[in-house]
C-alpha cells in the first residue's frame, strides 16, 4: 500500500471519475510523446483524495518507475507553498505584510540597490524604504537569480554562488546573510 492513495469517492464531493481518469490519459500522452519522463498526481476537494496517479519514469537513465512515493524537485512550486505558509502566519498574527524583512532576518536591515558601475566596481545606493514581506511575496523585492545573466547584478550574484540556487556549504543564517551584501 502507498502513500498516494485515494480517500473518498469522487462522486461523493461533486467530481467525476470519469473526467479524472481523463487526466491520467492525457498525462500519459506527454510520457508517450516524451515530452515528459513521468509524474505522479493527486487530486483533493475537501481534504478528501478523490483521485491519485503515477506513471512513467522517476529516473530514465536508471530504468527507476515512477512510484507513489517517489522525491522529486518541485522547483518554483516553492514559491506558492511558502506565500500559503506565510499567509498562514498573517492569519495567526504572526506575521504582517507590511513589516520590515529585516524584522526576522536583521542582515537585511541595511540593503543596497545598484545604482551603475560594474560587478567588480558596482556604486550602490541605500533603499528609499525598507524591503518588506509582501515584496518577497509579489516577487517585488528586487532580488534576482544569478542564471539571468542580463543585468550586472546577475553576475554579482552568479559570483556569489546564487547561479543555480543557494552556495553550497552554507546554512539558511549564511545564505541570507551573503543575499543581504548583494544589491
Excluded at 510520457?31 to 505522479?40: D, I, P
Excluded at 560594474?118 to 523585492?141: K, Q
Amino acid at each position: 500500500m502507498g502513500i498516494l492513495q485515494r480517500t473518498a469517492d469522487p462522486r461523493n464531493v461533486g467530481m467525476s471519475a470519469e473526467r479524472l481518469a481523463k487526466l491520467d490519459a492525457y498525462l500519459a500522452g506527454y510520457v508517450e510523446r516524451e515530452r515528459l519522463a513521468g509524474w505522479s498526481m493527486a487530486v483533493a476537494r475537501g481534504g478528501q483524495v478523490v483521485h491519485a496517479s503515477t506513471h512513467g519514469m522517476a529516473d530514465v537513465a536508471a530504468g527507476r518507475k515512477m512510484a507513489d512515493d517517489t522525491i522529486f524537485r518541485i522547483y518554483s512550486m516553492t514559491k506558492p507553498l511558502t506565500s500559503v505558509a506565510a499567509m498562514m502566519l498573517w492569519e495567526d498574527g504572526k506575521l504582517q505584510l507590511t513589516d520590515p524583512v529585516a524584522k526576522y532576518i536583521p542582515s537585511f536591515a541595511n540593503l543596497k540597490v545598484f545604482q551603475r558601475g560594474s560587478s567588480t566596481a558596482p556604486i550602490f545606493e541605500g533603499l528609499t524604504e525598507p524591503m518588506r514581506v509582501w515584496h518577497l511575496l509579489t516577487h517585488t523585492s528586487g532580488l534576482t537569480y544569478g542564471f539571468l545573466m542580463s543585468h550586472v547584478v546577475d553576475e554579482m550574484y552568479r559570483k556569489a554562488g546564487f547561479e543555480w540556487g543557494m552556495p553550497a556549504g552554507k546554512n539558511l543564517e549564511e545564505v541570507c546573510d551573503l543575499l543581504a551584501e548583494l544589491p
